[in-house]
């Protein structure tokens, strides 16, 4: 599924979601492979909004601490 007709939107939302996960990676518990999918609701997204997503995404998959 596209998130957006528009290349530009597609690759900043990959580049906002990139840069979200790498604020966390290092705190990610070794041994797990993660595939994190985006919606359409995040074209529109802050990057501090979009990490605080991930956040709590890993949080309650109990990946970080």
Do not use: C, W
């Not at 492979?33 to 990490?51: G, N, R």
């Amino acid at each position: 599924v596209r998130l957006s007709k528009h290349a530009t939107k597609r690759n900043r939302t990959k580049r906002l979601l990139r840069e979200a996960i790498h604020t966390y990676i290092y705190q990610i518990k070794p041994g797990f492979l993660i595939i994190i999918m985006a919606q359409k609701l995040i074209t529109d997204k802050k990057l501090f909004e979009i990490e605080h997503s991930v956040y709590q995404l890993l949080l309650n998959a109990n990946l970080i601490s």
